[in-house]
């Protein structure tokens, strides 16, 4: 470990989708392109490691690396099977690897941003970083490498967990502007179990089986279902997979801290950018990594503005939480009366958290009222 140490800026503490989002964000603002800039990881973040799917309006900054992007999404329950329009939406898939290889090659053109491989074991709250290797000092830290997550009496808690498998097939099944965002005919076992289908071309599709529940399945159970769908509904026997991804990301209502102390300050997952009711996370990494870098580029602390006050949304997910876990009514049965009676692109600005109160209005008023006002009532006196 060096005795003295090196002084940067900014360190950036993980260099995934929360880092290198940041690190874009902040290189886009004139008055920081010449910060001193250090990310540290652990991993060379050289591979595929996982696929980011989200919804916008507009067009991303990494618009370069999507693999695909739809119109349309494809709803199925057992009842209700429709290909929904998603107009002025679009849903957009990115691989990781394009995106870690787009940030690493933004970053070799400034001499002034360095990449060290680092296995991090602590931060200090006055910015101090000691890794494996070095120590490691900046005024501001951002950390998307380390969070824990308090239990807490009164929270409620879950993961979504899902494998994918991206197939090939010799024969030209699929039609790459029809993919399906959840498919709910599949066996719920008491739980809330749907598949995830998205074409990218006639030949090749990503097919994830997804589970929001207290834990993960064992792996045999992933692959049984995935094999099962595939026969079943997409009459599939024959396919090559060339790529494999299994992820678990929390699905809970308790605080991640927005920051450790005035310069340690918390992003992506570690910074509460995950949707508790839904996993999504990038689209909010986004705007949480963008408004950090605009504060700096204005002089101001980083979180400047963000808000700590009452967030409707928040209390919108513990709900949705609580209708989960006590299983008054099958979950799926959720989804279905949002996607059989409301218009596609409400439903996704909700998720994104732009909606009204009077649009909240009609999202509340498709769902089964003798479920959700109770639940709501609980939540509101925190039972
Ligand atoms: C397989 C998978 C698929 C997902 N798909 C979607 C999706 O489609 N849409 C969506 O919105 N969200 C998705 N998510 C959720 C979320 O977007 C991702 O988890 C996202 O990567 C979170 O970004 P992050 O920067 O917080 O964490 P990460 O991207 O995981 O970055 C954290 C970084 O910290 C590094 N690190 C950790 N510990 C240390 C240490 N001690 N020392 C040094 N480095 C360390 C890791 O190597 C990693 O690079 C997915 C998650 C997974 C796991």
């Known amino acids: 470990m060096s005795a003295n140490p090196r002084p940067y800026d900014y360190i950036i503490a993980g260099a995934g989708a929360a880092g290198l989002s940041l690190l874009c964000y902040l290189l886009e603002q004139e008055p920081l392109r010449h910060k001193r800039i250090l990310l540290l990881d652990r991993d060379a973040k050289q591979t595929n490691d996982r696929t980011w799917c989200f919804w916008q309006t507009g067009e991303s900054p990494f618009e370069s690396c999507l693999k695909s992007k739809w119109s349309a999404l494809y709803f199925h329950s057992p009842t209700f099977s429709k290909l929904l329009d998603i107009h002025p939406y679009q849903y957009k898939m990115l691989d990781s690897l394009s995106f870690y290889e787009h940030c690493f090659g933004l970053m070799k053109k400034y001499p002034n941003v360095e990449f060290r491989q680092e296995d991090i074991i602590r931060i200090e709250p006055n910015g101090t ?23 807490l009496p009164k929270k409620h808690y879950m993961v979504q967990h899902f494998k994918g498998i991206f197939i090939k097939t010799a024969q030209p099944v699929f039609n790459p502007k029809e993919p399906t965002l959840m498919d709910f005919r599949v066996e719920q076992h008491q739980d809330c ?14 097919v994830e089986y997804t589970g929001f529940s207290e834990a993960e399945l064992p792996q ?26 299994f992820g678990m990301i929390p699905m809970t209502d308790a605080p991640f801290p927005k920051q450790q102390s005035a310069q340690v300050i918390n992003i992506g997952t570690a910074g509460g950018a995950t949707k508790a009711s839904t996993g999504y996370t990038f689209s909010f990494i986004q705007l949480q990594c963008s408004a950090i870098a605009r504060n700096l580029a ?25 209708v989960l876990l006590e299983k ?41 009222k003798h479920i959700f006002v109770p639940a709501a009532l609980k939540e509101s006196l925190h039972l």
Do not use: C, W
């Open 129 to 151: 970083v000691h890794g494996k290797r070095g120590v490691y000092q900046a005024p501001y830290v951002f950390n998307s490498a380390f969070f824990k997550i308090k239990q």
């Open 328 to 368: 008054k009514q099958e979950p799926r049965q959720v989804f279905h009366d949002l996607f059989s009676k409301l218009p596609t692109p409400l439903i996704l600005k909700f998720l994104n958290e732009e909606t009204s109160f009077l649009e909240d209005f009609r999202i509340m008023n498709a769902v089964e």
């Open 193 to 206: 179990r749907f598949m995830y289908v998205l074409p990218t071309n006639a030949h090749e599709a990503l």
């Open 220 to 245: 045999e159970a992933y692959d049984q279902e995935l094999k099962a769908y595939l026969r079943d509904f997409l009459h599939l026997t024959e396919y090559e997979i060339t790529h494999e991804e």
């Open 298 to 322: 204005q002089g101001k602390a980083p979180l400047a503005g963000t808000g700590s006050g009452f967030n409707k949304f928040g209390l919108y997910d513990s709900i949705f939480l609580r």
